[in-house]
C-alpha cells in the first residue's frame, strides 16, 4: 500500500506553495486533485488544480458518496474525489493531499493510517500579513479568516506533524524529510 | 524534553559510519559515549570513541545501576552510562546513541519514547563482502557473524523505522530526515 500525505492548516499559511515544492522535489507521490464550485482564480487551469462544476454536480458526488471529503468554506464546496485516493494507494503509490483543516479532519476519520501534517503561521501578526500581500482577497474577507484563524489552530493536536512556516524553504525542508522518514517507518511497530 | 535517537542493527551493516556522517550534519545532537571492556582499535580516541575500563570497573557500573543498557557481546561488555542520558534529555537536547540489537531492546524497554531506526544491509551476501572489506575481523569472526545475522533481523519489528544501506549517501539522508522529521512530530496525537 501506499501512504496517504496530508498537508493542511489555516487559510493562507502557504500550504499551496509547500504542496507545489514537495510535487516538485520528491518523486513518485500523486497529486490528488479536488472538487470545488468556487470559480476559478486567475492562473488556475481545470482538472489541474481543481474540478471546476455546478453546485448541481457536486451534489451528485456526495450523493453517490464518491467524495472521501467534502465542506463548505466561504459558501463554496470543496471535496476530494474518493476513487483516485484509493486506487493509487492499493497500487503502491503515495498520495499527497492539500486540504483545509476540516476536509483533514474527515479524511483521518476514514484514514487514520494516514500522514497528517499541519502547516502553522509563526504567529497570527504574520498569518495577517501574508493574506494582505497576497492580494487575493478583501478586507472583509481577511477579517473573517482571522477570526477563523483560531479555530483552524485548534485542529492541530489530531494531526501528527506540525511545520511552523516561518522560513519558506526551511519549511519545504521538513515536510520533504516527512516524506522521507515516512517511507521508512516500519508499520508493524510495538 | 530532547529526543532520544538510537541507531542500530546487525554488526558491520555501517551504523557506525552513519553515525558520524549524523554527528556531522545535524546541529544540536549529543553523541552517547559507551563503555566497554574491549581493547581499543586503532585510531580509537578513550573518552572520545569509547570509554575503555576493566571488566571489574564495568562491574562496579552494572552493579550501582549506573548503566542505561548493557551486553556482552564476543566475550567484551559494552554498555551506556545512564546519567549522560537522562541528563541531557531533561535539558531539552537530543541524545544520539549507535548501539547493537541488544542493547537497543534493553533501552527501549525503559525508553519506549525513543525514536528506534534499524539499518539493515542490502542482503546477507553483501553483508559478508563487506565485513571481509573492512579487515578489521578474522575469518573465524566473520563466520561467526554471519550466523548471528539472521538473529539480529530479528529484531527488526520492535524498530519505528528501517534504513537500508545499499547507498551510503542515500542511507545518511534517510536517517537525518528521519531527524528532521521527529523534530515536528506532534507528542499528543491521537
Chains 1, 2 share one sequence.
Not at 144 to 165: A, H, W
Request: net charge negative; proline share 4%.
Amino acid at each position: 500500500m501506499g501512504i496517504l500525505f496530508v498537508i493542511s492548516g489555516p487559510s493562507g499559511v502557504g500550504k499551496g506553495t509547500i504542496r507545489e515544492a514537495l510535487l516538485a522535489r520528491v518523486g513518485d507521490i500523486e497529486d490528488s486533485i479536488s472538487a470545488t464550485t468556487r470559480e476559478p482564480r486567475s492562473g488556475e487551469i481545470p482538472g489541474k488544480d481543481y474540478f471546476f462544476m455546478s453546485d448541481l454536480d457536486f451534489g451528485k458526488l456526495v450523493e453517490q458518496d464518491m467524495l472521501l471529503e467534502w465542506a463548505e468554506v466561504y459558501g463554496k464546496f470543496y471535496g476530494t474525489p474518493r476513487e483516485f485516493v484509493m486506487k493509487t494507494l492499493a497500487e503502491g503509490r503515495d498520495v499527497l493531499l492539500e486540504i483545509d483543516v476540516q476536509g483533514a479532519r474527515q479524511v483521518k476519520a476514514k484514514m487514520p493510517e494516514g500522514v497528517y501534517i499541519f502547516i502553522s503561521p509563526p504567529s497570527a501578526e504574520e498569518l495577517e500579513a501574508r493574506l494582505k500581500d497576497r492580494g487575493k482577497d478583501s478586507l472583509e474577507s481577511i477579517e473573517r479568516r482571522m477570526k477563523s484563524f483560531l479555530d483552524e489552530m485548534s485542529y492541530l493536536p489530531g494531526y501528527n506533524y506540525e511545520v511552523v512556516n516561518d522560513e519558506l524553504e526551511t519549511a519545504i525542508h521538513k515536510v520533504v524529510s516527512i516524506v522521507t522518514a515516512e517511507r521508512c517507518r516500519i508499520q508493524n511497530k510495538d
